[in-house]
């Protein structure tokens, strides 16, 4: 059950990527953590099956040996990341060094790999999953967990693969939630480019 009071507009403009604030010491609750997935679950599937899977990992040897691959994607992406602001580098950093330590690393995975599709097959087989990855972040808020999307792992997607025995060839990794409580509930919504800047109405 949700725990925080938000308005639907206060969730959709408050769940940030949560990385200094992660609370490492509290334990999550499994039950929490399945309460978000089956929300998660409610989001647009394409029709003909879902092809969804997710990934729990808590136990710690696990979550090491996912941190060191993280690790390892981050250092190998180097000048890629320099163009990120350098507050944004800063929290980053920060995830990298504590990633073992958040108490619980989701990967959502997807049947299908998009390597060599067409942009419409690959629009297809990204989009029956990352509607459930922000299901599954929103809901997290407003039970007073922070996550943060991210995709840097994927660097080593098939290390990943092995260690936790997912099956590549048939099964894509799309990102790696860490989720924990969040020290302190309140966030605040995001600085934007202005609306008409980025909208286009009847023609680009
Ligand atoms: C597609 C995508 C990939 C991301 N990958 C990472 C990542 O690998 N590591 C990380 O620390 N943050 C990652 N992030 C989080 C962004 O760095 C974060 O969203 C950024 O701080 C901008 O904040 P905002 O989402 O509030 O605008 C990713 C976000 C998105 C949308």
């Known amino acids: 059950m949700p725990i925080l009071d938000l308005s639907i507009d206060e969730l959709l403009t408050t769940t940030r990527s949560v990385r200094k604030r992660l609370d490492l010491a509290r334990p999550v609750e499994p039950v929490v953590i399945d309460e978000c997935l089956e929300l998660a ?16 990992v808590t136990d710690p040897a696990q979550r090491e040996a996912l941190a060191t691959l993280y690790r390892k994607s ?10 990120i602001p350098s507050k944004i580098q ?3 950093q920060h995830l ?12 959502p995975c997807i049947e299908g790999r998009t390597e060599n599709l067409s942009v419409m097959r690959q629009a297809t087989i990204w989009s029956s999953i990352m ?16 996550t943060v999307l991210t995709t840097a792992h994927l660097v080593y997607e098939r290390e990943t693969a ?20 969040t020290q302190g509930t309140t966030f605040k919504s995001a600085a934007r480019k202005p609306l008409a800047s980025v909208v286009h109405r009847d023609h680009w």
């Open 41 to 56: 679950l409610q989001a647009p599937s394409p029709g003909y099956g879902e092809l969804w899977h997710f990934i729990v």
């Open 90 to 92: 800063d929290s980053a």
């Open 162 to 181: 092995e260690l936790l025995g997912i099956p590549y060839e048939r099964i894509m990794q799309t990102s790696l939630l860490p989720v924990a409580y």
């Open 96 to 107: 990298v060094d504590h990633l073992h330590e958040v108490p619980v690393l989701i990967i």
């Open 131 to 146: 509607p459930a990855v922000w299901s599954f972040m929103l809901a997290a808020r407003s039970r007073g967990l922070g």
């Open 74 to 83: 981050v250092h190998s992406l180097g000048n890629e990341a320099s163009v």
